[in-house]
Structure formats: structure tokens, C-alpha cells
């Protein structure tokens, strides 16, 4: 059986680390935020080409935290995808905001900037693309349209720890952006975990009061905020798994590069990576028009995989409310409704991208042969 994702493997590869560093916060008693936290945020930020980091509780609270801090609120407009995790529209509207969406390129599958300037409005105050599977959406467009109608960019990192643009790594970009380190992601907790990213200080002094009941001493409020802190374990645990993150990463992209080649030719539309960009592979995603019978049989064959996103947001029951309905954003769909992720991470090994490589090619052939 060819696992989606294999986080024993993983613990198991670096068990003596994380045991350690684990036993450490237990008795060094800094459960929330402390030392281990603060080394993290330096170290992620640096890792990321930023110069500050906002440790907290998820990625969806480290996006929230850097709309707030961005003066989003009540009233604005932040335009982003509708082929994303729920998440991103979720962190627009818990600042009273409202989503503005708009569709993908069908290559990048990310935000195409072609269609945002038609989107902008008075109201419209930031863009928040997103850098979805581990490849940067096309920063340089989206960043000159923003400078022209004074709109900030708030990047969705939460799939790109350690992906570039143009040299330029995601998280680096915008005025702010958001990971995760929920545990499936490339870099991720033993836990829930999340992290803000900013070159600008102002921003990096609110995003930490917002996180932390607007507090800049203590029990001085300041502002109306939130208890998005992430815990002193979590902030020592991914401190040993940012050491390894560049090896796993590298064997993602040496996974994604076999599956390119060996599944070439299928008649299946395999990711692209677009010129410029370092794509870390959070997700291997195909197109195929037969995605649902193509998964069962490759369930048949003992390989786990997944849909990402089987719905986009504009057709999801919790924002309805926003107005929109089927055909509005066409490519979206169509990803949606084609959509397979193979596994891929740090701890596949070469004999179980084989079988994958296989089950697939079997499948296609399968499916191609007159009953
Ligand atoms: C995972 C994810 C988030 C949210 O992160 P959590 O840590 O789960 O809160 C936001 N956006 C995208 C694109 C994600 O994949």
C-alpha cells in the first residue's frame, strides 16, 4: 500500500530530534510562545526571505492576523480564487470583509492576473493570491496592479514554504502573508500551527498584538484581539523539522519530476511548472475527465490519493451567500471537477513512486481497452 501520506515515516526519521527537543519545553515550562517560539519565527522568516515572523495557533489565523493588521475590515473588498482551500476566503471575512473572487489560469492553475483589474472596485482594499500545490502564483503582475490602485497583497503561503518566484521566495513578496504547519503540510506541526511573514515592522508589531489579546505589555489591551498563540511544543518541534525541510522538498520535486516523466503521454494533464517559479509539490494534482473512476482503481491498486478541491468556494454551501453561482468561474470548475493528487512527500521511497507510476499507466490502459 502506497500511503497519501506517511507522518510515522517521518517521525520515526527523526524521532531522537523531536523527542529531545519535546522534553525540553516539558521542562523548561514555556508551553506558550518562549524561546523555542521566538528562534522559530527568526528561523522561518529567514528560511522564507522575510524579515519578521508571526508565530500562531494555524494558517488561518496567521491570515487573519495580517488582514487585520493590513486595516482590512468591515466594508473592503479583498480579491482572491475560488480554487483554494476554504481557509483563504474564511481569514477575508472573520475581518467582516468581503471575498471578491476571481478565476485561475488553467496552466498555473493560480490567480490570473488578467482578470483582477475588472474585479477592483472603491471598496476593494487587498489581493490575496495564493500559492496553491507549492507554486507562486504570478507575483509581478499582481504586485503592479496593486502599487497602481494603492491595494496591499496579502500572499496565501500556506502550501509554499520554500517556493519561489523569480528567485524570490513566497512569503517574501506582499505586504504580509500566512503559512501552515497544520501536520499534512510540507512543513507541519504535531499539531495545529500557523506563521505571518512581513518585511514591514509596523505590520510585525500589530499581527503580534492581534495574536496576543492586543497586548504589547501585559494586561494592557490595546486593541480588540484574539488568543492565536501557537504553543512552546509545537514552535520546538518544527524548529527540527525546519533542518530537514530542504531534503524533503528536494524529494518532492525529484518525485514530481519522475511522475512528469513517466505519466507523460497518457492523455492526462499533468502540473506544469512554470518557467521561474521553484514548485515544492505540497500537491501532485492531474486533470483527468474520469478523475473519480480513475481514484477507485488506483484504490484498487493500493495507492492512496486525493481530490483537491472537489468544490471551489463560489459553490460551496457556506458562501452561497456571495452571490455567485455555476459558470461564473469556469477554469476553477473544470479543476475541480478533473482534479487527482498523487502522493507525494519527504518519505515516499523509489519502489512506491514505481508502484504509483504503474497504477496509474495500468489504470489509463485499463480504461482505454474495449470492454
Ligand atoms: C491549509 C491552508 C490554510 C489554512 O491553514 P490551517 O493551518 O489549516 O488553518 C489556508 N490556505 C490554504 C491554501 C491552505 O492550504
Not at 199 to 225: F, Q, T, V
Request: charged share 25%; aromatic share 8%.
Amino acid at each position: 500500500m502506497v500511503p497519501f501520506l506517511d507522518l510515522r515515516k517521518q517521525y520515526h526519521s527523526i524521532k531522537s530530534e523531536v523527542d529531545e527537543a519535546v522534553l525540553k519545553v516539558l521542562e523548561s515550562t514555556q508551553y506558550v510562545l518562549g524561546d523555542e517560539v521566538v528562534a522559530f519565527e527568526e528561523e522561518f522568516a529567514a528560511y522564507s526571505g522575510a524579515k519578521y515572523g508571526v508565530a500562531c495557533n494555524s494558517g488561518t489565523s496567521a491570515l487573519h492576523i495580517a488582514m487585520l493588521a493590513a486595516g482590512i475590515g468591515p466594508g473592503d473588498e479583498v480579491i482572491t480564487i475560488p480554487m483554494t482551500f476554504i481557509a483563504t476566503v474564511s481569514a477575508i471575512r472573520y475581518t467582516g470583509a468581503t471575498p471578491v473572487l476571481v478565476d485561475v489560469d488553467p496552466v498555473s492553475r493560480n490567480m490570473d492576473p488578467s482578470q483582477i483589474e475588472q474585479a477592483i472596485t472603491p471598496r476593494t482594499k487587498a489581493i490575496c493570491p495564493v500559492h496553491l500545490y507549492g507554486q507562486s502564483a504570478d507575483m509581478d503582475p499582481i504586485l503592479e496592479i496593486a502599487k497602481k490602485h494603492g491595494l496591499h497583497v496579502i500572499e496565501d503561503a500556506a502550501q509554499a514554504h520554500g517556493g519561489e518566484y523569480k528567485g524570490r521566495r513566497c512569503g517574501s513578496m506582499g505586504l504580509a502573508a500566512g503559512f501552515s504547519f497544520y501536520p499534512g503540510k510540507n512543513l507541519g506541526a504535531y499539531g495545529e500551527g500557523g506563521l505571518m511573514t512581513t518585511n514591514d515592522p509596523e505590520i510585525a508589531r500589530l499581527a503580534r498584538m492581534y495574536r496576543s489579546w492586543g497586548e504589547e505589555k501585559r494586561y494592557y489591551h490595546k486593541l480588540h484581539a484574539f488568543n492565536y498563540r501557537m504553543d512552546g511544543i509545537q514552535g520546538a518541534i518544527l524548529r527540527v523539522k525546519l533542518r530537514h525541510l530542504e531534503t524533503w522538498t528536494e524529494r518532492r520535486r525529484a518525485i514530481a519530476a519522475e511522475y512528469d516523466k513517466q505519466l507523460a503521454g497518457l492523455g492526462l494533464e499533468l502540473p506544469v511548472q512554470v518557467a521561474g517559479n521553484r514548485h515544492v509539490y505540497h500537491i501532485y494534482g492531474l486533470l483527468s475527465p474520469d478523475n473519480q473512476d480513475l481514484a477507485q482503481s488506483l484504490r484498487d491498486k493500493n495507492v492512496q490519493v486525493a481530490f483537491h478541491y472537489p468544490v471551489p468556494v463560489h459553490l460551496q454551501e457556506a458562501y452561497s451567500d456571495l452571490g455567485y453561482k455555476k459558470g461564473d468561474f469556469p477554469v476553477s470548475e473544470r479543476i475541480a471537477s478533473m482534479e487527482l493528487s498523487l502522493p507525494i512527500h519527504g518519505d515516499l521511497d523509489d519502489a512506491q513512486v514505481a508502484v504509483v507510476c504503474d497504477a496509474v499507466i495500468a489504470s489509463v490502459e485499463e480504461r482505454k481497452a474495449p470492454v
